[in-house]
């Protein structure tokens, strides 16, 4: 049993920047792929962005290459947002992988530990 944490959303005006972070109550993260995803009203849950175990593979989503970027520190992954969009309103989620795999993945069914969640609202 996997618990985690989102912690970094709130309200920000376009073209500013938040930085998500995602931690694990009891148990590491260092050794799982870890992925970040949202879902907007009435929209289906999409991957954001993934980091292997290792952290030498990321990937993300089309929408948000050039201004997102996720990293990975002891115990904790993060989800660092430049130049917002009122597009990327959504609730965020981080998901780790207990699967422990070479790279990481992007959809959502690969994960089945979620944390609640962190709202962030783009807008003016």
């Known amino acids: 049993q996997l618990q985690l944490v989102e912690s970094g959303g709130g309200l920000v005006q376009p073209g500013g920047s938040l930085r998500l972070s995602c931690a694990a109550s009891r148990f590491t993260l260092d050794y799982n792929p870890v992925g970040w995803f949202r879902q907007a009203p009435g929209k289906e849950r999409e991957g954001v962005s993934c980091i292997s175990r290792s952290g030498e593979y990321t990937y993300y989503t089309d929408s948000v290459k050039g201004r997102f970027t996720i990293s990975r520190a002891k115990n904790t992954v993060y989800l660092q947002m430049n130049s917002l969009k009122p597009e990327d309103t959504a609730v965020y989620y981080c998901?780790?992988?207990?699967?422990?795999?070479?790279?990481?993945?992007?959809?959502?069914?690969?994960?089945?530990?979620w944390g609640p969640g962190t709202q962030i609202n783009v807008s003016s």
């Open positions: 998901a780790a992988d207990v699967a422990v795999r070479a790279f990481c993945s992007m959809s959502p069914g690969s994960y089945k530990y």
